[in-house]
């Protein structure tokens, strides 16, 4: 069955601090790989997408993400958090061509000012 | 460009009625999507509409239904309502290109309670 893992539930930087959330899928085919972004009160939108070609992919807001093939994984990273990045973000698959969006759990991310 | 816009924004209905959501895409945008997010389940997929059918489906039971129009907006219908129904749902709207790369966009989500 598809599916995809985010492992971390909660987590709590401070300001300036280095971010690597965990992605893993399980998908047959050719995957497509997203993370989504939930701030307070606002709807998801979009951090960035992977589709084919370089698996270091940058997204907005100084965000991104790196595809390996061999461990199943899509990890979101950003060199140094802000405040601002408070919110809740989301990895997600689907396979080439399909619009079904299979998420991942979420991972709430609070940062300390 | 406009994004994706549902209405209404919030809703409370109770046991045993039924509701109706509209959603309308980014303009020239085709495919519409629905979702379900709750606390416990997080976000689910409920059904994909493109040219005003049905294309993809997930696993919720035939008390959800939807449909879309010539114009590509949609809705989604919940009938019997049960209190496991409250939840947010989303609607996301691509340019529903078949066989190519997929990017879906967010509206801001119609939140249900039901009492």
């Known amino acids: 069955a598809q599916s995809v893992s985010q492992h971390n539930h909660h987590v709590i930087l401070s300001e300036a601090a280095s971010l690597e959330l965990g992605c893993n899928y399980s998908?047959?085919?050719?995957?497509?790989l997203f993370w989504y972004v939930q701030y307070p009160g606002q709807h998801l939108q979009l951090l960035l997408k992977y589709f084919s070609g370089d698996p270091l992919v940058k997204g907005i807001k100084g965000f991104e993400a790196e595809f390996i093939k061999s461990k199943f994984s899509f990890n979101l990273r950003k060199p140094s958090v802000q405040w601002s990045d408070t919110a809740e973000y989301f990895c997600a698959a689907s396979n080439f061509g399909n619009e079904k969006l299979t998420f991942g759990t979420g991972t709430r991310l609070t940062i300390i000012p | 460009k406009a994004g994706v816009t549902q209405t209404p924004r919030y809703l409370i209905k109770t046991r045993g009625q039924q509701v109706t959501l509209s959603c309308s895409p980014i303009?020239?945008?085709?495919?519409v999507s629905w979702y379900q997010q709750t606390p416990g389940q997080g976000l689910q997929f409920l059904f994909e509409?493109?040219?005003?059918?049905?294309?993809n489906k997930g696993n919720f039971p035939g008390r959800f239904s939807g449909r879309q129009f010539s114009n590509s907006r949609s809705e989604m219908n919940v009938s019997t309502l049960e209190l496991g129904d409250s939840a947010l749902y989303l609607c996301?709207?691509?340019?529903?290109?078949?066989?190519?790369?997929?990017?879906?966009?967010f509206g801001p989500g119609t939140r249900l309670l039901v009492l």
């Open positions: 509409y493109f040219s005003e059918t049905q294309r």
């Open positions: 996301a709207s691509s340019l529903g290109l078949a066989g190519g790369p997929v990017t879906q966009y």
């Open positions: 303009s020239g945008h085709r495919s």
């Open positions: 998908y047959g085919g050719t995957v497509n």
